[in-house]
């Protein structure tokens, strides 16, 4: 049956409640972790961070745009590229067989191994980010052929099947072209190309920015759901504070490439320690409250000339 508008409204009472109290092992660990861009005046992108992301734990990481979040995501991953650069810090990841590995370290190829095996990632723009000229199937059943290479062609076409079905999106839509989606669909093809391998960790950096809030709240249940199917751990990067309040375990509030404040998510709600974080929460007007009269002393009926 298909939910009612109201149904997709983010209420208050619900933002107070975290999606779940469960963490597990440590999965990441960032420790001090600073990035720079060397351009004419060096810029001191991500300043000295520390984080522990938990197994099958939503972490969310809130801020405004160029505040550093997609960088110290970067940053993690490998992802970054000239003239950015890591000039501290350390990043381990704690596989689940007990052993530790610092990213940051990893040759080459061990790295392309290690990355959407272990920890994958979907890009800011995501929606875009499909090859138009080669139809869904190729494109997920690549990633199999590159990680996966003694798998047959019948199993990776099974796989890639399985894995559109597990995001809500039918397997027939394999032999569909990006242009022959909608938005929504197309951001649950890239969701599903980052579970293809079922990593443990996913990054998802800012990936419902372009779609409207109906298809966004469906997104974010699918995320929660697979979630707590899968177990596997979310780094959910967005500017949207309510948003993250709904559905993460913990949030880190980074501001001028620094995280001020990390908590739990109901303690971030109910008790904000930094004033960046209240500006924050601030932000966002309330559903519930006394209404407010748009025209007041005559101003705004000069203006819409009904005076």
């Given at each position: ?18 999606v779940s109290g469960r963490r597990?092992?440590?999965v990441l660990t960032v420790e ?276």
């Amino acid at each position: 049956m298909t939910n009612s508008l109201s149904d997709n409204l983010i209420r208050p009472e619900e933002l107070a409640q975290p999606v779940s109290g469960r963490r597990g092992r440590p999965v990441l660990t960032v420790e001090n972790l600073s990035v720079i861009y060397e351009v004419a005046h060096p810029v001191a992108a991500v300043k000295d961070v520390s984080l522990t992301l938990a197994a099958g734990e939503i972490l969310g990481l809130a801020g405004e745009s160029g505040c550093g979040k997609t960088t110290l995501a970067y940053a993690v991953n490998r992802l970054h590229r000239p003239p950015a650069r890591i000039s501290a810090g350390r990043v381990t990841w704690h596989d689940r067989d007990g052993t530790d590995t610092d990213l940051l370290h990893l040759a080459p190829e061990a790295l392309r191994a290690f990355r959407w095996d272990k920890l994958s990632m979907v890009f800011q723009g995501a929606m875009n980010a499909l090859n138009p000229v080669i139809n869904i199937r190729a494109q997920l059943e690549d990633v199999l052929t590159t990680h996966r290479p003694g798998m047959g062609r019948a199993e990776r076409r099974r796989r890639a099947g399985d894995a559109l079905e597990l995001v809500g999106v039918d397997r027939s839509r394999l032999r569909s072209f990006a242009h022959e989606l909608s938005g929504g669909m197309r951001q649950r093809v890239m969701i599903a190309m980052a579970l293809l391998l079922q990593p443990q960790v996913m990054i998802m950096d800012e990936p419902t920015t372009a779609l409207d809030v109906v298809v966004q709240r469906e997104i974010l249940r699918e995320i929660v759901r697979l979630r707590d199917d899968l177990n596997f751990a979310v780094i959910f990067i967005t500017h949207d504070l309510p948003m993250l309040l709904e559905i993460s375990d913990r949030i880190a509030v980074m501001l001028a490439g620094e995280i001020v404040e990390l908590a739990d998510a109901q303690l971030i709600y109910s008790d904000p320690q930094h004033e960046y974080t209240r500006k924050l929460l601030r932000s966002f007007p309330s559903l519930t409250g006394e209404r407010g009269d748009f025209i007041r002393s005559g101003v705004a009926e000069k203006k819409l000339g009904t005076s």
